[in-house]
Nanobody
Framework: QVQLVESGGGLVQAGDSLRLSCVASERASVNWYMAWFRQAPGKERELVARIRWSGGATTCADSLKGRFTISRDNVKNMIFLQMNSLKPEDTAVYYC????????????????WGQGTQVTVSS
């Protein structure tokens, strides 16, 4: 059973930056796709960004492009989410997830999940 552990959340002010980290308990498979999701209170969990472990190709939600960037460290089995120019509407629990096979979009298509890390952006 793969375990994912997120870190890096916190309370920041609007305009600040945060970098979230997620470490996997075992070496990522070449056919893995990893992602960051977020869930705000009363809202559905939404996809933020994805990365293909082999080759490092990425996607990002259109509304977050230019502010959020996903990346990986192959050696450390980690992915990151760099979040810049944070806004109060970015407040959510951020989750790391992993799946295999393709660029999946829905949370139900991801096999492994972390516990989440809270990001709160004050105005």
């Amino acid at each position: 059973q793969v375990q994912l552990v997120e870190s890096g959340g916190g309370l920041v002010q609007a305009g600040d930056s945060l970098r979230l980290s997620c470490v996997a308990s075992e070496r990522a498979s070449v056919n893995w796709y990893m992602a960051w999701f977020r869930q705000a209170p009363g809202k559905e969990r939404e996809l933020v960004a994805r990365i293909r472990w082999s080759g490092g190709a990425t996607t990002c939600a259109d509304s977050l492009k230019g502010r959020f960037t996903i990346s990986r460290d192959n050696v450390k089995n980690m992915i990151f989410l760099q979040m810049n120019s944070l806004k109060p509407e970015d407040t959510a629990v951020y989750y790391c997830a992993a799946t295999s096979g393709s660029w999946f979009y829905f949370p139900s298509e991801y096999t492994y999940w972390g516990q989440g890390t809270q990001v709160t952006v004050s105005s």
